[in-house]
């Protein structure tokens, strides 16, 4: 069974640090990750994806997958309030996009002004 | 991105009572499209699988008779929550892949359904 790890926290974040959300899969065969961004009430927005091993950034995100420990982590940096949200984390499915994604119970991110 | 677009975004409906929720990809066609319930502090639970033209496919413990969708064109997906209850309140997210088989996806608005 596909399973998808996160600490649901709230994690809690000084304005301005840095913001470590991290994740964990089940399924080695998935190749590609996905990491969502969903505010309270709102449906979930794309925030990064990953396709390979080592870091990927994108403004202050920064994706690290490490695919031998089924590891996959989004560090925010310079962190607002308005990056307080839940964060997602989903593996795409080895068959490819037939299947929807499994998305783990998500962490709550707080930034502290 | 891709856009998805939902309605309605909130619904309050009676108990007993059947209740459509409408997802259309307005920038591109839509051959699978995903339906997701999402209870309050829960995660995104897949529900099922909305084919064009042929059954949808349900996950395990989700009832095919009692949230019925149609998946009739390339753009347009409905889930019908018949003879709703209070337990069915929740919110429902569609969403779907543009390009094809691979890749993020794009999700509604969601719908807020609360049944009384």
């Known amino acids: 069974q596909k399973e998808v790890e996160q600490n649901s926290g709230p994690l809690s974040v000084p304005e301005g640090a840095i913001a470590s959300l991290n994740c964990t899969y089940s399924?080695?065969?998935?190749?590609?990750f996905f990491w969502y961004r969903q505010y309270s009430g709102k449906s979930p927005e794309l925030i990064m994806s990953?396709?390979?091993?080592g870091d990927k950034e994108d403004g202050r995100f920064t994706a690290q997958l490490n695919k031998a420990s089924q590891y996959v982590s989004l560090l925010i940096r310079d962190s607002q309030p308005s990056d307080s949200a839940t964060y997602l984390c989903?593996?795409?499915?080895?068959?490819?996009?037939?299947?929807?994604?499994?998305f783990g119970k998500g962490t709550h991110l707080i930034i502290q002004p | 991105g891709a856009v998805v677009s939902q309605h309605p975004s909130r619904v309050i409906c009676k108990s007993g009572t059947s209740v459509k929720i409408e997802c259309r990809s307005l920038?591109?066609?839509?051959?699978?499209m995903f339906w997701y319930r999402q209870f309050p502090k829960q995660s995104l639970m897949l529900m099922a699988t909305?084919?064009?033209?042929?059954?949808?496919?349900?996950e395990q413990g989700v009832e095919k008779d009692k949230f019925l969708i149609n998946h009739a064109s390339l753009t347009l997906s409905t889930l019908t929550v018949t003879s709703a209850h209070p337990e069915d309140s929740s919110f429902y997210i569609c969403?779907?892949?543009?390009?094809?088989?691979?890749?993020?996806?794009?999700f509604g608005e969601g719908s807020r359904l609360t049944v009384l």
């Open positions: 969403s779907a892949r543009a390009g094809g088989y691979t890749g993020e996806l794009f």
């Open positions: 399924d080695r065969g998935s190749q590609s």
């Open positions: 990953i396709y390979s091993n």
């Open positions: 989903a593996p795409e499915p080895p068959g490819g996009g037939a299947d929807g994604l499994t």
């Open positions: 920038d591109f066609q839509a051959t699978t």
């Open positions: 909305s084919n064009e033209g042929s059954k949808a496919t349900y």
